[in-house]
């Protein structure tokens, strides 16, 4: 499978009183890594919100492992873990700069129409996602088969 990374430079902003990245600003590190694995498929999320489709989170699931602490680097690595043409789930792992796992994760995903929220298939209304994620997630298999 394709797994993209993400380098972050992480902020004071970011840190709570204890010193470490906020647990909730994790969930922003996993957008900016699924955003950068769109883009590493050759697409942008604004292209399909001009066209009308959103891409809301139907469930997320994530595993605090080690902190990360301001003046740090994080790596996000992203990667589609189940795609079938209407919903995707993206595996995430991130690393601190000592390249421990720091947090494990993933998130479903699913393409409404912005203005009924109807589900719509990637398949159908973007031929060219679809054939992108196939390849993607099925990369390691044929990678294997070689």
């Not at 139907?58 to 740090?72: A, C, F, T």
Request: aromatic share 14%.
């Amino acid at each position: 499978m394709l797994i993209s990374e993400k380098e972050i430079e992480v902020r004071y902003a970011e840190t709570d009183q204890m010193g470490v990245v906020y647990h909730a600003n994790y969930l922003v590190w996993l957008e900016l890594g699924r955003t950068k694995l769109i883009e590493d498929l050759g697409f942008r999320y604004a292209d399909m919100e001009k066209e009308g489709i959103i891409s809301p989170v139907l469930d997320i699931n994530i595993s605090y492992k080690y902190p990360v602490r301001y003046g740090e680097k994080a790596y996000v690595k992203t990667w589609i873990d189940y795609y079938d043409g209407l919903r995707s789930t993206y595996g995430y792992e991130i690393y601190n700069d000592k390249d421990q796992l720091v947090v494990e994760a993933k998130s479903q995903h699913v393409c409404v129409k912005k203005d009924s929220f109807r589900p719509v298939s990637v398949r159908k209304y973007f031929p060219e996602w679809h054939e992108a994620y196939e390849r993607a997630k099925n990369k390691e298999k044929l990678e294997d088969d070689n």
